[in-house]
């Protein structure tokens, strides 16, 4: 009888999954795939495109209406339920606030932190939707919108999205060195990606490390990489540093709690509910 319960269960688990899964993929990647073309559109635009100076708008607009579209249909299609709902609500405020600290300070950003250890927690399609809110919300708190606004939301849901995708770890101690090392790195991909998309506009055409519209795809990227290690690592290195010692020094405490309030809450998942059905 326990079988046939607990079988019955993981049907119903697995379907409830799959249509979850099935809606919010689409959407997921169709922004993603906007995403990279947004960042990367100096390697693959041509020079008549530059000319007429609309290439960058038609993307931005294109992706920040995908952006928040996910992010309403995610909060509106019944797939996130009150309590999910409460957790995005309070730690999107959490890391709004902590931009606060970080706002005009070089490379002092301490809400990625909370955005891997969210996702971490609570999974890559929530850490996906953590990251466009927090970033959302923290920009208008400090009254950092503008342009770039899209991009941040886009390439900060990436991060939360991969914290969720890394593979289980079962001791606790190496999951926080993974994290914390996936920490430092994403700080650095981060500022990488914010100078990719703006690198043709904040260099003149005359040195040599500017952009050249139609140039070979290697040649435009050797030109980026000497330009954002040149001006970039002073808030980059920074940023890395400060989000992996956040993760080592309170990453345990932090994804306990969150661990702690995902049960208390029912957030079960399969192989837990199948544990409880068994005993």
């Known amino acids: 009888m326990v079988n046939i319960f607990r079988d019955n269960f993981r049907s119903r688990a697995e379907l409830i999954t799959d249509m979850q899964i099935n809606r919010s993929t689409p959407l997921l990647g169709f922004a993603s795939i906007i995403g990279f073309f947004a960042f990367a559109w100096p390697l693959f635009i041509s020079a008549e495109q530059v000319e007429n100076n609309g290439q960058a708008k038609y993307l931005f607009l294109a992706l920040m209406p995908v952006a928040l579209l996910i992010l309403i249909v995610e909060l509106t299609q019944g797939d996130l339920d009150v309590k999910s709902l409460a957790f995005l609500g309070v730690l999107t405020a959490t890391g709004a606030a902590l931009r606060i600290f970080g706002a005009g300070a070089i490379g002092v950003e301490p809400i990625w932190f909370l955005i891997i250890l969210g996702g971490r927690a609570l999974g890559k399609r929530f850490g996906f939707l953590l990251g466009l809110s927090v970033l959302f919300a923290s920009a208008l708190l400090t009254g950092g919108a503008g342009p770039w606004l899209a991009f941040q939301m886009m390439a900060a849901a990436w991060i939360g999205w991969g914290a969720g995708a890394l593979p289980k770890i079962e001791k606790q101690r190496v999951e926080i060195i993974v994290l914390a090392t996936y920490g430092f790195f994403a700080g650095l ?3 990488a990606l914010m100078d990719l998309q703006l690198w043709p506009w904040l260099i003149g055409a ?3 490390i500017s952009f050249i519209a139609g140039a070979p795809i290697l040649e435009n990227l050797h030109r980026y990489f000497v330009f954002h290690f040149l001006t970039a690592m002073a808030w980059d290195i ?5 989000t992996a010692a956040l993760i ?3 990453g345990k405490p932090i994804l306990n709690s969150l661990r702690r309030s995902m049960r208390k809450a029912n957030f079960i998942t399969t192989h837990e509910m199948e544990q409880k059905v068994v005993l």
């Open 206 to 208: 005359d040195t040599q």
């Open 248 to 250: 080592a020094v309170a």
């Open 238 to 242: 920074p940023r890395a540093i400060l």
């Open 189 to 191: 991909i981060f500022g």
